[in-house]
Every structure is written in C-alpha cells, then in structure tokens.
C-alpha cells in the first residue's frame, strides 16, 4: 500500500520530534532539549490494530540551508529548474557530505513526502529561516507549517504572518498539549492539501475515532475488574493468634494495593504508554496510601454524603420492594429501608477499613481469613482514584516525558452525581462485597464507568 508519508523538518530543536512522537502515539522517540538529538531521518509508522495508516520521517534539523540554497543558485536560478537542482544535489555524493542534514532532510520529499514545517512560536523569526522554506518550496511538495508554542506563544501572531506567505496551511500545534481532537484536525488539514492521499487521510480519522472508544472501553473494563475483585477480595492466613491475624491483615491490604497498581498499569496500556511510571512514588497522588485515612476522606465520600448515599440506597431497595408487592405496603419498606441503611453507613464510617473475618480449625493449627474490606466507602475510593489516573493517561501524550500530575478533582468528582446516582453506586458496591458479579454484571459496570468516565471529562474539557 502507498501510505501517506509527511517529513516533519524544521530547524534544531523546535520539537520535531514531539511532534513525531504524539502523533504516532510512540513514547521510544527520542526527545532532548539538546540540539541535534536527530541525526538522521528515520520513519515512524502511525499503526493502529498493527496496521500502518501513515508514515512520518522525522529529520534532522537544517543547518547549512542558506549556503545550499546559495550553492544551488539561489533566486537567479528559474523556477523550472529549481524542482531538478534539489534531485541533482541529492544525486552528488560529494555535496550530500558537505551537507548531510540537509541532505537527510530533503530526501524524503523527494522521494514522495509531503512536508511538515515546525517552528517554534516562543521565539521571534528571524531572516537565518528564509533559506530553510525557500528549498522547501522549490521541492514542489504539498507543505504544511506548524506552529509550536515551546515555553510561549509570544511570537505566534508573527509566525503565522510570515509562514502564510509561503505555506498552504498553517495550525498551531503543541505536541505536548494537543488532545485527540486537535491532532484530527491537523491530519483532516493535511488530507485537503494532499488530494492524493485525502481518502486514506479520512479513513484513518475514522479509525484513530474507533479506536479511542475502544480504548476507553477497555479502560472502564479494567477498573470493572478491579471492583468487582478488590470489594469481594479475601486471604487466608495458617498460623496462631494475633500474630497470624497481623500477618493476613497485611497480605490482604497489599495484595488489594498491588490490584489497583496493575489496574492503572493496563489502562496506561490500553493507550500505548508501556513506559509510563505509575508508581505511588513517581504519581504526584493526595495521601498516596490506599488505606490512609486522610485518603479515604479525599477520594470517597464525606460522613455526611455516605450516610444520605446510604439513605438513597436503602430508600432504592425498599421502593423495589413496594413495586414487587404492588404498592400494599404504604411504603413502609422505604422509610424502613432508608433508616437502616443510614444508621449502618454512620456506624460503619467510624472504622476505617472494616474487615470480615473467619476463623477455622485445621488439626493443630487455626486458618484465618481476612476480608473483604467491609466499609461502604471502599469502592468510591477504588473508583476515583482510578478515573483520576485514567483521566491524566487519556489527556496524555506520547510526547511527554515530565512526571504524571494528576488532576486535584477528588473532592469535587462525588459532588457531580446525585444523591440517587450516589446511591445507587453505593448498593452496587455492596453487591460486590458479597459476592462478585458474573461477566454480564460487570460488562455493564464497565459500561457505566464508561459514562461516568465521559461525564466527568466533559465537565472539565
């Protein structure tokens, strides 16, 4: 197949590379704030399901372009002929050495690239980049330029001006910044300037556009997962006393700690970061313990929200009832239900990790089993810590190699659902911690982390 293929060019150390890298989605590229970090032009595919929809070359940075263009014969040489003195320089092996990374560069185009044009929107232009567009004009190839607010976008305004002097398109684009839409907006600009490649341009927007969804759905799946093994998780524990209940203790919140852990890691995956720290260390996370109890009052719900959620739960439970009886009940199981299950959360929140225990006889020696984690506000803490890592993966790209930070959302992220939306997640946990949810059950938890997921994006996009 004949993939589109764009060479992103530009001077040292404008974030070419970046550039490459976000739009590839590949976190190996090599980034340096150290000119000359491209040596030469290597092409990177932009796969999707392992197939390649578009090729880009990332290059070296011009270094030499006014003494090439001088060379070449500068503006006394006619326009007819310009196109052929590029080939022709790239034919001479002796001035391919005197020039190599213009050399490295211009190949591409030639050989059927279109071109892409960085610049760096914090610094001023100056005259050293006339020769730069000048050759890249006489190439005849489709071009783009792209402005890259590295640091600012103080001299945007003037890029903009002097490259729509001698580009067909011109975007602002920062590589570390730019959401999906955005960099569907730079393939969608591309597919106009290249009538040739305008089909496989939009097919490939149509497939990176199913291929998010199919991401975030496969993010919502793990932290279905996770629920549904974390609320119900249990380890037992041969040994005498205290000492054996210490040690069950510790095994359990661990191996729940090592869960969320790996649930974070195959989101990260599921977006094609296979490098990105996660670790509690590495995380810029508010009261990094799972179970700190400073944790549970950040990431969970407050005392008094878990006991009206736990009202709303228990009103929803009863008012099933109501229904199932055809309404003879005067809605007693309601009011019952609500009062119940209010009074438990209250209760229950005075401890902060309520455990189920067991203990069982084997000969000699006792078998304690410890857990589930009984606390009604567990499964708020799993949740929101994992939508919160998913949202900083998902705004992420792959150009970024700075640590993670992670939005300060936690408090505000319950206060989006309703008290009834509360609920109901409340006795959906309850659920779990009794027993897990057959595959069906948790296909359409999945699901509805997925809207949550969405929801809580959107309100903050």
Known sequence: MNLPKLAIVGHPNRGKSSLVATLTEDERIAISPVSGTTEVAEPFNLSVADTPYLTLVDTPGFQRARRLLEMLGGDELPLDQRPNAIQSFLADINLCQQFPD???????????????????????????YAPEMELLRWTSAPRMAVINPIGSDRHVAQWQQVLNQQFQVVRVFNPLASGFNTRMQLFNAFSILAPQWQHQLQDLQAVLAAARQSRALEAAGWIARLLNQSLSFKVSVIGQGDLARTAAEKRLLSQLAQQEQACWHNIASAYRFSELDLSIDQLSLPEDDLFNQQAWQLWGLSRKQLWLAAGASGALAGGALDLAVGGTSLLMGTVTGAGVASAGAFWADRKLAKLGWAKQLLGSKESWQCGPVKHANFGFVLLARALVVWLAVDQRTHAQRDRIVLQDMQSQLWQKLSLKEQGQWLRLFAKMQQAPLADKQQAELAEQILALFEKVRSELS
Do not use: K, N, Q, T
């Not at 490295?104 to 960085?118: E, H, Q």
């Open 102 to 128: 213009e050399a490295a560069l211009l190949a591409p185009i030639v050989d059927g690239a279109g071109i892409l044009y960085v610049v760096d929107g914090g610094r001023p232009y100056e005259e050293v």
